[in-house]
Each structure stands twice: as C-alpha cells, then as structure tokens.
C-alpha cells in the first residue's frame, strides 16, 4: 500500500526556483524596410539586428540572474542556433561551458519530421546545470526530445532559452524558460533559421517569399 502522508518536499532553494518569466515581445508587424540585396528572399523583416541585440541583452541578464556562480553548460542546438548562441554567450559573464549537439528534424524544408542526431555532446553533463539553447520553438518535438535527453544523462537541472516562439504550431506540450519573441505562423529566415539550408547568415530575420519556396519545389521535381 502507498504511504498516504507524502515524504516532506525539500525546502526551496533559489536554485531549485522556475525563472521568473519576463515579459514576451509579440513581433507581429512586418517592416518592409528589407536591406537591398535580400528583396527577392523576403517579403519583410521581423527582426533587425539592432532589435535583435537588445533582446538578446535583456535574455542575457535573466539567465545570469538565475545561473548565478556556480559553473553551467549552455548545449546549443547545431545548426539553427548558432548565431544566436553566439551573440547571448557574449552577453553572459558565466561561469559556463559551450557545448553543441547536432539535433534535425528531416522534412521537406517547411514541415519538421523525423528527429535525428548528428552531433553528440563533447562534455559531461551529469550532475550539471544546463541551459539549452534554440532558434525557434514550433512543434516543441526538438526542444522536448533534447530536455528528455539532457535529464536522461543526468543533468542537474535543465533551463531552454529560445530566440522565437510560434506557440499556434505546438504538438507537444512544450514551454521554453527564456523566449526572445513570440511569432506568429510565418515561415522566417535569417539570424541562423534556414530554408532548405539558405538564408541562416542573413542578419535579421525575415519572411520568407512564398515564391522561393514555389521555385525550390519546381527545381526538385526537375
Ligand atoms: C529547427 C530549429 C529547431 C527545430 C524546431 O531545426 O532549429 O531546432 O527545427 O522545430 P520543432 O519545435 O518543430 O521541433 P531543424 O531540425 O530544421 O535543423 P536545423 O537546426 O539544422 O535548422
């Protein structure tokens, strides 16, 4: 028979607390200000650069607040997340340790399918602190498998920050700790999100024109 009266919950600590959540810029408005040179891949920019700083500053400032001295891992996910990942370590004094895995979901460019890994972590991460690290959170299938692996390895605790979030595509019942932006159901480039592949060096993220897509389907059937 189970035990009725639950063993007592180990006191609070202010490591062992959720992140206080800030608040989420909802970037729903598209600036047809598109750099030139990019006016046939985009049809509008969600992000610029400049925009994409700040939040990154203010994302940054929340982690280190809650990561606090003691040394942790930021795992970011190859490849989407590179240069996001790039630009937040900068922004955080630490202690951490970078550390990639290579994680994709092979669709046909616009849909996410079947997870694979393609890059194992280098470090040990039992017993760790770990934040993961993304450039968007859509089905939650990514985000959610990484976590389960994270734990499975016995990491300490596990925090996931991403750059973007279209919460109106979730499948699986998936949050993220730190969320730069909140985005509707657009299909974005740029700042490492692809197509295909393309468009992950563009430094500002932007909505990919339908007619690249429709010109990428026709060269596969050729
Ligand atoms: C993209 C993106 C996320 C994931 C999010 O990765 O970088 O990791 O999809 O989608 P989900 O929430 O539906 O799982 P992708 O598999 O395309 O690989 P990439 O990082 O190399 O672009």
Same mark, same amino acid.
């Given at each position: 028979?189970?035990?009725?009266?639950?063993?007592?919950?180990?006191?609070?600590?202010?490591?062992?607390?959720?992140?206080?959540?800030?608040?989420?810029?909802?970037?729903?408005?598209?600036?047809?200000?598109?750099?030139?040179?990019?006016?046939?891949?985009?049809?509008?920019?969600?992000?610029?650069?400049?925009?994409?700083?700040?939040?990154?500053?203010?994302?940054?400032?929340?982690?280190?607040?809650?990561?606090?001295?003691?040394?942790?891992?930021?795992?970011?996910?190859?490849? *989407?997340?590179? $240069?996001?990942? %790039?630009?937040?370590? /900068?922004? #955080?004094?630490?202690?951490?340790? =970078?550390?990639?895995?290579?994680?994709?979901?092979?669709?046909?460019?616009?849909?996410?399918?079947?997870?694979?890994?393609?890059?194992?972590?280098?470090?040990?991460?039992?017993?760790?602190?770990?934040?993961?690290?993304?450039?968007?959170?859509?089905?939650?299938?990514?985000?959610?498998?990484?976590?389960?692996?994270?734990?499975?390895?016995?990491?300490?605790?596990?925090?996931?920050?991403?750059?973007?979030?279209?919460?109106?595509?979730?499948?699986?019942?998936?949050?993220?700790?730190?969320?730069?932006?909140?985005?509707?159901?657009?299909?974005?480039? *740029?700042?490492? $999100?692809?197509? %295909?592949?393309?468009? /992950?060096? #563009?430094?500002?993220?932007?909505? =990919?024109?339908?007619?690249?897509?429709?010109?990428?389907?026709?060269?596969?059937?050729?």
């Amino acid at each position: 028979m189970k035990p009725k009266i639950a063993a007592p919950a180990p006191a609070p600590t202010r490591r062992s607390r959720r992140p206080v959540p800030i608040d989420v810029p909802v970037l729903d408005r598209l600036s047809l200000r598109i750099p030139s040179g990019q006016k046939t891949i985009v049809s509008g920019v969600v992000a610029t650069p400049a925009r994409l700083r700040r939040r990154i500053r203010e994302l940054a400032r929340s982690i280190q607040d809650d990561f606090g001295n003691r040394e942790w891992v930021v795992v970011a996910l190859l490849n *989407g997340s590179v $240069l996001f990942v %790039a630009d937040l370590v /900068r922004e #955080l004094h630490g202690p951490l340790i =970078l550390d990639f895995i290579g994680v994709s979901s092979y669709g046909d460019g616009t849909e996410s399918g079947k997870l694979v890994y393609t890059k194992d972590l280098k470090f040990e991460v039992a017993g760790r602190d770990v934040l993961v690290v993304d450039d968007i959170l859509d089905t939650g299938r990514t985000l959610s498998e990484v976590i389960r692996r994270l734990k499975s390895l016995g990491a300490r605790r596990v925090r996931s920050c991403v750059l973007l979030d279209k919460p109106s595509r979730r499948v699986v019942k998936q949050g993220a700790d730190y969320i730069g932006f909140q985005i509707p159901d657009w299909f974005v480039v *740029g700042y490492g $999100l692809d197509y %295909a592949e393309r468009y /992950r060096h #563009l430094p500002f993220i932007g909505v =990919l024109r339908p007619e690249v897509i429709a010109a990428a389907a026709r060269e596969r059937v050729r």
